[in-house]
């Protein structure tokens, strides 16, 4: 046989043999080898993730602590500010974060989760100043404290048009502070949970301030993890089933409210 043709079927045949394990490697990527890199966010985002110095809690924290450790994965929290997450999260730094689907730009570049708990969104505004709130009509010709970064669906036409006008602050206590300091200010989008939880570690706004009724909108918080991840979002998927079966979710629940 010619030197060539058998260097070159030497080199077909070795080709031939790797392939198995690159495809395993290749499968392999899609899952989570030991550590999940999970997005706390530099301030939290409390009840649902609380972050105080080197301690971490929070209704979507105990319930990742716990399915990550039934999992046998090391959970690693990273302080990834909002505007930075979905692009860290497809290029493989960060595994996964807390989101609502309606709460992304695009939201198919991304898995989620099953709902592991209702978001709802509600105005809040000054006890002593009579607020209508019905729909997100009634809201036409306001000014309303915000959250930096956040993406409010329901009212993204009012904000663009101009007829509602949003002021972005940093924090959840922060927000409702901005709101009580001034009078330019109409009411505060914030969820009705996440409220609860301000004023009850700040007592003085508890007789100053009131809240809707009515509910701007009404979303489920999931994980969203980078799309390759569909081995661990349905392990973490049947774990949470578990979760919310055993009765483990509204005993954890109840710890925050």
């Known amino acids: 046989m010619p030197a060539n043709l058998a260097t070159a079927l030497l080199s077909s045949l070795l080709l031939l043999a790797a392939l198995p394990g690159q495809v395993s490697a290749s499968t392999g990527n899609d899952d989570l080898q030991d550590t999940i890199r999970f997005n706390v966010s530099p301030n939290g985002y409390p009840p649902y993730l609380i972050v105080e110095d080197d301690h971490l809690g929070g209704i979507v924290w105990d319930v990742m602590s716990r399915i990550s450790e039934r999992l046998q994965l090391t959970l690693e929290p990273l302080k990834v500010p909002r505007k930075r997450v979905d692009e860290l999260i497809l290029n493989g730094y960060v595994d996964a974060t807390p989101r609502a689907v309606e709460w992304t730009s695009q939201p198919e570049r991304f898995l989620y989760s099953d709902p592991i708990v209702q978001v709802e ?123 919310k079966a055993s009765g483990e979710l509204n005993d954890i629940l109840a710890s925050y409210r």
């Not at 019905?134 to 309303?144: E, I, M, Y």
């Open 121 to 243: 969104e509600v105005l809040f505004y000054p006890h002593n100043r009579a607020f209508e709130f019905q729909s997100p009509d009634d809201l036409a010709g306001k000014t309303l404290v915000t959250h930096l970064g956040y993406y409010h669906a329901k009212l993204a036409e009012l904000f663009e048009s101009g007829r509602t006008q949003r002021f972005d602050v940093v924090g959840d206590a922060e927000v409702f502070r901005y709101l009580l300091d001034s009078e330019r200010f109409d009411g505060a989008i914030a969820d009705r949970l996440v409220g609860r939880w301000v004023i009850r570690n700040h007592p003085y706004m508890a007789g100053a301030l009131a809240t809707s009724q009515a509910s701007i909108s009404n979303y489920s918080l999931r994980l969203m993890v980078r799309p390759e991840l569909t081995g661990f979002i349905h392990r973490f998927n049947s774990e949470l089933t578990r979760l």
